[in-house]
C-alpha cells in the first residue's frame, strides 16, 4: 500500500482528526463541486498521485463531468468553469503556493465577490485540509487507488 512512513498506523488519532477535519467540511455550506474542483486543483499542485486518483474518481462519482475534470489543469483558459468556480481555484493555486507577498486584494474581491465571508472561510478551511492530506501522501507515496474499495471509490469504474 505504501512504499514509505504510514501515518494511518503510526498516528492514528492525528490522521482521525485530519479524518473529521474532513467530514466536517462535508457539512458546510460549500457546493459539493466547489469541493472537488479545490481537491482535485491542489491535489494536482501538490503532485499527490494518489489524491488526484482519488478526488477524480469521487467527483466523477458525485457526477462531475469527465471533461472538467481534465480541463481543471487549464481552468483559465478551459470555458467549462463558472466565474464562482474559478475564484475559487485561485485561491486554491494562491494559499497552495503561497507568494512571499501572501493573497492581494484583487483576489480576495474576487473570492468575495462569489463567496460570503462564511463560505470564505469555509474554502480557506477546504484549501488547508486537502493540501495536509496532499503532504501526508505525498510523503507516504500511498499507492493510487490503494483505499479505492475501502472508499467505495471502484464504482466510479476508471482504471
Known sequence: MTSRVNHFKNIPALVKTVGDAT?????????????????????????????????????????ERELRL?????????????????????????????????????????????????ETSELTFCIAVINTWNRLMVLSRMTPGALDSAYGLDRADLR
Open 23 to 63: 467530514a466536517a467540511l462535508g457539512k458546510s455550506s460549500l457546493d459539493t463541486t466547489i469541493k472537488h474542483l479545490v481537491d482535485l486543483r491542489a491535489s494536482q499542485l501538490n503532485q499527490c498521485a494518489f489524491c488526484v486518483d482519488m478526488h477524480v474518481k469521487e467527483a466523477k462519482l458525485h457526477g
Open 70 to 118: 481534465h480541463h481543471v489543469a487549464i481552468w483559465r483558459e478551459s470555458p467549462l468553469f463558472t466565474a464562482k468556480e474559478k475564484a475559487a481555484l485561485a485561491l486554491t493555486e494562491a494559499l497552495t503556493r503561497l507568494s512571499d507577498n501572501g493573497i492581494d486584494d484583487a483576489l480576495y474581491s474576487e473570492v468575495r465577490a462569489h463567496f460570503s465571508e462564511v
